[in-house]
């Protein structure tokens, strides 16, 4: 069972549509959208939050994210409100950025805690340039799956590296990504085409090289 999230928003679309991103990201993770009124209006309601962390806890703790000052209220009176407001917790950190961040670091087996240092550390730019610590290997590869490093193959690379002894790093042109945050992976921008290298060093470095490069050449399981 993995931490659950619920996203407070203004906005139901929003909110559903940041779910949605999420989930592409990490499927095994629930998601529950909170936006928007019952009517349909624009606004955050306390019943709904309620409801909401309810269905998104199975039982290893909800963090919940928001849009607007008034959505983080609403998201604390219904934290506050359960019977066990210590299992819920509310993350000060962007809701878009910070529901991926959370999402993966859930999909990965992290913890309450785990996942919600994870959400705030996407309130800071993703650090670009920074080369995997004693880095033993390197490959070179080129993109042939249509979105690049996009949104989910950026989360597949993240993921299948999670549980691996090896730092990975990812290099295009002149930016160097940490292979194990899908934020920082995004910001480098690689599309289909471009050539990364990829380097690794710890004791798991090879395997680390051979699972990258299995992702490259399966386009990360999407349509080239």
């Given at each position: 069972?993995?931490?659950?999230?619920?996203?407070?928003?203004?906005?139901?679309?929003?909110?559903?549509?940041?779910?949605?991103?999420?989930?592409?990201?990490?499927?095994?993770?629930?998601?529950?959208?909170?936006?928007?009124?019952?009517?349909?209006?624009?606004?955050?309601?306390?019943?709904?939050?309620?409801?909401?962390?309810?269905?998104?806890?199975?039982?290893?703790?909800?963090?919940?994210?928001?849009?607007?000052?008034?959505?983080?209220?609403?998201?604390?009176?219904?934290?506050?409100?359960?019977?066990?407001?210590?299992?819920?917790?509310?993350?000060?950190?962007?809701?878009?950025?910070?529901?991926?961040?959370?999402?993966?670091?859930?999909?990965?087996?992290?913890?309450?805690?785990?996942?919600?240092?994870?959400?705030?550390?996407?309130?800071?730019?993703?650090?670009?340039?920074?080369?995997?610590?004693?880095?033993?290997?390197?490959?070179?590869?080129?993109?042939?799956?249509?979105?690049?490093?996009?949104?989910?193959?950026?989360?597949?690379?993240?993921r299948s590296l999670a549980?691996?002894?090896?730092?990975?790093?990812?290099?295009?042109?002149?930016?160097?990504?940490?292979?194990?945050?899908?934020?920082?992976?995004?910001?480098?921008?690689?599309?289909?085409?471009?050539?990364i290298e990829v380097c690794?060093?710890?004791?798991?470095?090879?395997?680390?090289?051979?699972?990258?490069?299995?992702?490259?050449?399966?386009?990360?399981?999407?349509?080239?």
């Open positions: 069972m993995s931490v659950g999230l619920v996203l407070v928003s203004h906005s139901a679309k929003l909110a559903e549509g940041v779910a949605e991103v999420a989930a592409q990201m990490a499927p095994d993770v629930t998601i529950v959208p909170a936006g928007g009124l019952p009517g349909g209006g624009i606004g955050t309601d306390y019943d709904s939050v309620v409801a909401a962390v309810q269905r998104a806890d199975s039982g290893s703790g909800v963090v919940l994210l928001y849009d607007l000052g008034s959505a983080q209220m609403t998201a604390e009176l219904a934290v506050e409100s359960l019977a066990d407001p210590t299992a819920v917790v509310v993350a000060d950190a962007p809701l878009v950025e910070g529901t991926v961040a959370a999402a993966v670091a859930a999909q990965n087996g992290a913890d309450r805690a785990g996942v919600l240092d994870a959400a705030a550390a996407a309130a800071a730019p993703p650090e670009l340039g920074a080369p995997a610590e004693q880095a033993t290997e390197c490959v070179e590869l080129t993109l042939t799956n249509e979105v690049g490093l996009h949104a989910r193959p950026a989360a597949v690379l993240a549980a691996l002894e090896a730092e990975v790093s990812v290099r295009l042109g002149d930016q160097e990504a940490d292979a194990h945050s899908v934020l920082a992976l995004m910001a480098l921008g690689a599309r289909k085409g471009d050539r690794a060093g710890g004791p798991q470095a090879a395997e680390a090289l051979r699972v990258v490069q299995e992702l490259v050449e399966d386009n990360f399981g999407d349509p080239a």
